[in-house]
């Protein structure tokens, strides 16, 4: 899953980076509003943090206009300003959720993951389909309720294609959600790895449909 970090502290922007890749995300950096406005994918991305305070004008301007242009994925809140009045502001604008820092980041992974629950329309921490159960609070998996070790790509995909059972996830689709921009892009890396997913998740799980690329049955 990938989020979109908009922070201008570079110090705090990279030790954020760090702990959430840590926890299985794959992060993308933008630094001002300028850069936030021009993210070329904003439909892919999981959820999105955003600071207030950046250097080229406020961050709820670039909330506003997120929202004006249907971005449709969660975004957090992340800032030092932590008036009520700041708050009510930036929840009416469109966010989802008001985080003041400094805030311990169990707190922040929670509450990101409450996002993804809601954003879902579902309660209950886990995901589950055809017999795998996941945890992504915890990183475990779970397959006909024995646990399975899958590696962070792994767990990753896996990830997606519980959030997106019953769809078709073609190979572009799949790298667009897993890899940030920085990251090195290649289709036969897609293949390898949903081979792997495969053999530990048991194959009739993932469909191949040829010209389209995969689907999780559900």
């Given at each position: 899953?990938r989020?979109?970090?908009?922070?201008?502290?570079?110090?705090?922007?990279?030790?954020?980076?760090?702990?959430?890749?840590?926890?299985?995300f794959?992060?993308?950096?933008?630094?001002?509003?300028?850069?936030?406005?021009?993210?070329?994918?904003?439909?892919?991305?999981?959820?999105v943090?955003?600071?207030?305070?950046?250097?080229?004008?406020?961050?709820?301007?670039?909330?506003?206009?997120?929202?004006?242009?249907?971005?449709?994925?969660?975004?957090?809140?992340?800032?030092?300003?932590?008036?009520?009045?700041?708050?009510?502001?930036?929840l009416?604008?469109?966010?989802?959720?008001?985080?003041?820092?400094?805030?311990?980041?169990?707190?922040?992974?929670?509450?990101?993951?409450?996002?993804?629950?809601?954003?879902?329309?579902?309660h209950?921490?886990?995901?589950?389909?055809?017999?795998?159960r996941?945890?992504?609070?915890?990183?475990?998996?779970?397959?006909d309720?024995?646990?399975l070790?899958?590696?962070?790509?792994?767990?990753?995909?896996?990830?997606?294609?519980?959030?997106?059972?019953?769809?078709?996830?073609?190979?572009?689709?799949?790298?667009?959600?897993?890899?940030?921009?920085?990251?090195?892009?290649?289709?036969?890396?897609?293949?390898?790895?949903?081979?792997?997913?495969?053999?530990?998740?048991?194959?009739?799980?993932?469909?191949?449909l040829?010209?389209?690329?995969?689907?999780?049955?559900?």
């Open positions: 899953m989020l979109l970090l908009v922070e201008d502290d570079e110090q705090l922007a990279r030790r954020l980076s760090d702990r959430l890749r840590g926890a299985g794959a992060v993308d950096l933008a630094r001002n509003r300028a850069e936030g406005e021009d993210w070329p994918d904003m439909d892919k991305m999981a959820a943090i955003l600071d207030l305070g950046l250097p080229d004008r406020d961050g709820m301007d670039l909330l506003r206009f997120w929202r004006a242009r249907r971005v449709e994925c969660p975004i957090l809140i992340l800032t030092a300003r932590g008036s009520w009045q700041d708050k009510v502001e930036g009416n604008a469109g966010a989802d959720d008001f985080v003041v820092k400094p805030v311990r980041f169990e707190e922040l992974l929670a509450r990101l993951n409450a996002l993804f629950r809601r954003h879902a329309g579902k209950d921490p886990w995901l589950e389909e055809a017999g795998i996941l945890d992504p609070v915890s990183r475990t998996v779970l397959r309720g024995e646990p070790v899958l590696s962070k790509q792994e767990f990753r995909l896996l990830q997606l294609f519980l959030r997106r059972s019953g769809q078709v996830l073609s190979q572009g689709d799949i790298i667009e959600h897993l890899y940030d921009l920085d990251s090195q892009r290649e289709l036969n890396a897609v293949e390898v790895l949903v081979s792997r997913l495969r053999r530990k998740i048991g194959r009739d799980r993932i469909t191949t040829r010209g389209l690329g995969y689907r999780f049955e559900r």
